[in-house]
């Protein structure tokens, strides 16, 4: 029996390791740096794309069209005039709370892309999340004769359109962020809405979500299960549309939508980014559809002059062994003996998304994996030099700029790119999650031990 434990897709772990050393670095719980060998030029790459740029034009598009609706419905995306978007921000005094840290230089501007004050959900999630809940409510009024072209989308915060979705319910399994971002916009709709939650999705978010007329299950096995369960309870329900957060198309081009936006806000702030001036991208990962559809996106607006990487605790590196080994959701943390327990409940994800790894393959640029001590370090270094409050998940990219002063193969990767003269003139933008609805009592707790550990 011990030794079946030990096979994975008919290899043991020490068959593993001598095929792909980084195998060794997972398993020991080791921070670790991919470099994707499989990258190509992103030309080609968007030729044998299956998702192309007007994909996203048109998530794009309807994302306008629910615009007066959210200004209405949600009343604090009005200054946005119903668009949710995020700051982006230069973030000077965490570049330098980071190097005296790290007793390490950083080189470049660093700024942050604070999806963490998101409108709405407060997270990442609020992109692909709404989206897709927004799509399948449009779907279903215009089958319904109850919505026609050119019409003014305010009409969905009617009493007839929540009469019509009443009918229809929405499932969705999360680690709670996720949750958070459907129940809310399904319920405002007028949809039954069910979430599935993990055993890591914290106390608040199920209790906030009750409060809105959410059901909530609770699962005491992680992510995958939450998933599976609610997958197959939505599929005994002719009326139940279940958002597949492993493999859904809609949720990866809702997040891809923040490419056009962030490349305005560059417009705005006068940021080139071309050959000379490189964007170093570091983006939380968690099953990968965030950070997919986001670099997929930033992939299709900024070429080869944008390098992506997906950042994932030590104990929950799906994507990175995936995506080292090739055999993306064919293989989970688990089967290696890892155990899928972080504190950055936002990616405690023990097997990554099949749909984002293959689509991915030749964009993305790598993965790395860092500790949950540093989320907690990060965090409090972040609270004070910026002021800015997040959580755990929301740090996992800070330690991005980092990277090349700890990792050889890093280094390797800036000098064979021809990078490591450019990086100064170049920005990195650290991907901020998470973290603005997190209860003020919760967020002492995670500024304390990050306190505690500097
Ligand atoms: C969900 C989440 C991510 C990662 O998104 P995935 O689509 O799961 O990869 C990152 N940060 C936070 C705070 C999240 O909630």
């Known amino acids: 029996m011990e030794n079946r434990e030990h096979i994975v897709l008919g290899k043991t772990w020490e068959e593993w390791e001598a095929e792909c050393p980084i195998v060794k670095d997972i398993r020991s719980l080791r921070e670790t740096v991919w470099i994707n060998p499989d990258k190509i030029p992103c030309q080609e790459a968007v030729k044998n794309c299956r998702l192309t740029m007007e994909d996203v034009l048109d998530a794009s598009r309807r994302l306008e069209r629910f615009a007066p609706y959210f200004e209405k419905a949600f009343p604090e995306t009005a200054l946005s005039h119903?668009?949710?978007?995020?700051?982006?921000?230069?973030?000077?005094?965490?570049?330098?709370?980071?190097?005296?840290?790290?007793?390490?230089?950083?080189?470049?501007?660093?700024?942050?892309?604070?999806?963490?004050?998101?409108?709405?959900?407060?997270?990442?999630?609020?992109?692909?999340?709404?989206?897709?809940?927004?799509?399948?409510?449009?779907?279903?009024?215009?089958?319904?004769?109850?919505?026609?072209?050119?019409?003014?989308?305010?009409?969905?915060?009617?009493?007839?359109?929540?009469?019509?979705?009443?009918?229809?319910?929405?499932?969705?399994?999360?680690?709670?962020?996720?949750?958070?971002?459907?129940?809310?916009?399904?319920?405002?709709?007028?949809?039954?809405?069910?979430?599935?939650?993990?055993?890591?999705?914290?106390?608040?978010?199920?209790?906030?979500?009750?409060?809105?007329?959410?059901?909530?299950?609770?699962?005491?096995s992680d992510y995958s299960v939450a998933v599976k369960e609610g997958r197959l309870q939505a599929e005994k329900d002719p009326y139940c549309y279940f958002v597949d957060d492993e493999n859904s198309q809609t949720l990866f081009l809702g997040y891809s939508v923040a490419a056009l936006r962030l490349k305005k806000q560059f417009e705005e702030e006068k940021i080139a980014v071309d050959k000379d001036h490189p964007l170093f991208v570091y983006l939380p990962c968690g099953v990968g559809g965030g950070p997919g559809g986001v670099a997929f996106g930033l992939k299709l607006v900024f070429g080869d002059h944008v390098h992506c990487f997906f950042a994932e605790p030590t104990h929950s590196c799906c994507m990175l062994l995936g995506m080292a080994t090739g055999k993306n959701n064919e293989v989970s943390v688990q089967d290696f003996g890892v155990d899928n327990v972080t504190i950055a409940d936002g990616l405690a994800v023990g097997r990554a998304s099949g749909f984002v790894g293959a689509l991915m393959r030749p964009f993305m640029d790598g993965c790395y994996s860092l500790d949950d001590g540093r989320m907690y370090q990060m965090l409090a270094l972040m609270a004070d030099s910026e002021g800015i409050y997040l959580e755990p998940s929301a740090l996992a990219g800070m330690y991005g700029p980092l990277l090349k002063s700890h990792f050889p193969v890093f280094r390797d990767y800036l000098e064979k790119t021809g990078l490591a003269d450019a990086e100064s003139h170049g920005v990195h933008l650290v991907w901020v999650t998470g973290g603005s609805m997190v209860p003020e009592n919760e967020m002492k707790m995670y500024y304390e031990k990050g306190k505690a550990l500097l």
């Open 82 to 220: 119903g668009i949710i978007e995020s700051p982006l921000k230069r973030i000077p005094k965490m570049k330098g709370a980071l190097e005296a840290w790290d007793k390490n230089e950083i080189s470049g501007d660093l700024w942050a892309k604070l999806d963490s004050h998101l409108a709405v959900s407060g997270s990442i999630k609020a992109r692909g999340g709404i989206y897709e809940v927004l799509k399948h409510a449009e779907d279903i009024a215009i089958e319904n004769g109850l919505l026609h072209e050119g019409d003014h989308y305010e009409i969905f915060d009617s009493e007839k359109f929540r009469k019509l979705f009443s009918r229809y319910s929405i499932g969705v399994g999360s680690t709670g962020n996720l949750g958070l971002s459907i129940g809310i916009m399904s319920a405002k709709l007028g949809f039954q809405v069910t979430v599935h939650m993990s055993a890591d999705a914290r106390q608040w978010k199920k209790d906030m979500l009750r409060s809105k007329g959410v059901t909530v299950k609770e699962y005491e």
